[in-house]
């Protein structure tokens, strides 16, 4: 119960992650651009990144709620910590086909993602999974900490 609670908790954060500012104004800024289909194809690819990401954090979730304790394999912990990694690196260029910026937040999740790494060859594969839903929440938090009392960004695609 404990492993499907982890899996429900990181996919709502993949969600907030995702729709949070560029996920609401991509189509506005995809249309003010100077170069609206270049733009369009640069989101496209972002999202192919983002829902492989997904798919892969599916897989781990499957394996997690499967496996949830004992000795994990690294390819389960390449899946579990992968996931999240992929669908924070799509993300990234998202954001920056919308704003022409990327948010320290999401390199600083992959960062962490990739330095856990090496430490959950060694615990449980539902710690694992906490962890990336902890780097996830801090994402999130990190989100919601730097948009508090400021208006909201207007897109501004790059070129």
């Known amino acids: 119960m404990r492993s499907f609670l982890v899996s429900i908790a990181a996919t709502v954060l993949l969600w907030r992650i995702y729709i949070y500012r560029a996920g609401e104004l991509s189509a506005s800024a995809i249309a003010g651009s100077r170069d609206p289909a270049r733009l369009g194809l640069s989101a496209f690819y972002a999202h192919l990144v983002m829902v492989a990401g997904v798919v892969v954090a599916a897989v781990g979730a499957e394996l997690v709620i499967a496996h949830p304790s004992g000795h994990p394999e690294p390819a389960w912990i390449a899946i579990i910590l992968g996931g999240p990694a992929l669908f924070l690196a ?16 999401r390199p600083i999740g992959l960062a962490a993602l990739a330095a856990l790494t090496p430490l959950m060859l060694l615990v449980p594969p539902i710690v694992a999974a906490l962890a990336a839903a902890v780097v996830l929440a801090g994402v999130v938090i990190s ?17």
């Open 90 to 105: 799509g993300r990234s260029r998202f954001e920056y086909v919308v704003f022409s910026r990327v948010s320290r937040d």
């Open 143 to 159: 989100d919601a900490a730097r948009a508090r009392g400021r208006p909201s960004e207007v897109p501004s695609p790059p070129g």
